[in-house]
């Protein structure tokens, strides 16, 4: 083997070892992990003391964002201004920020910025945070309504469940 040979033999396997270091090894994060560092760019409340709950329905679903501690004043004070936010910018078919959080192409955001008006929004508090419910008739955006949800029910992973 040449000196030059050598030198490429070890440039091969320093790129290959880049590679998993940086694309699926050490560095590598979780879709719950991505969720915690984007949560700080559109929700006021930390990821880590709340649980989202996400509950297909026959018209549509119910979202609830509850603290884990039902004596976290603060958070669920927070859970709340964020998800009054939330319904009126889904009314209106702003949903930039579950966009932000789990990206543009989101399985459903499509269908439903699309179509706000089909979509009915309604907040209320619970008592340890609060919720959105979503009601449709129509067949296309009950779809999207569950899709979507799947979406953030799989993104979210222990932070969120289904019921």
């Known amino acids: 083997m040449t000196s030059s040979t050598r030198i490429l033999s070890v440039i091969a396997k320093l790129a290959v070892l880049a590679l998993v270091f940086f694309q699926g090894g050490v560095f590598a994060e979780t879709s719950q992990e991505r969720g915690h560092r984007m949560s700080y760019h559109v929700m006021p ?9 996400f509950e ?28 009054k936010h939330e319904a009126e910018r889904f009314r209106n078919g702003d949903y930039s920020d ?22 009915e929004v309604t907040y209320s508090e619970l008592a340890a945070g609060a919720q959105l419910s979503f009601q449709t008739d129509d067949l296309q955006l009950l779809t999207a309504v569950h899709r979507w949800f799947g979406a953030q029910l799989s993104e979210h992973g222990d932070d969120a469940r289904a019921e």
Request: no cysteine; aromatic share 2%; net charge negative.
């Open 45 to 53: 409340f930390e990821m880590s003391k709340t649980v989202h709950v």
């Open 56 to 83: 297909m329905t026959e018209t549509g679903g119910i979202q609830r964002v509850l603290a884990r501690d039902p004596d976290d004043a603060d958070q669920i004070a927070l859970i709340r201004q964020h998800l």
């Open 98 to 119: 579950p966009a932000t959080l789990h990206g543009a192409d989101m399985p459903g955001l499509a269908e439903l910025q699309a179509n706000p008006s089909g979509v």
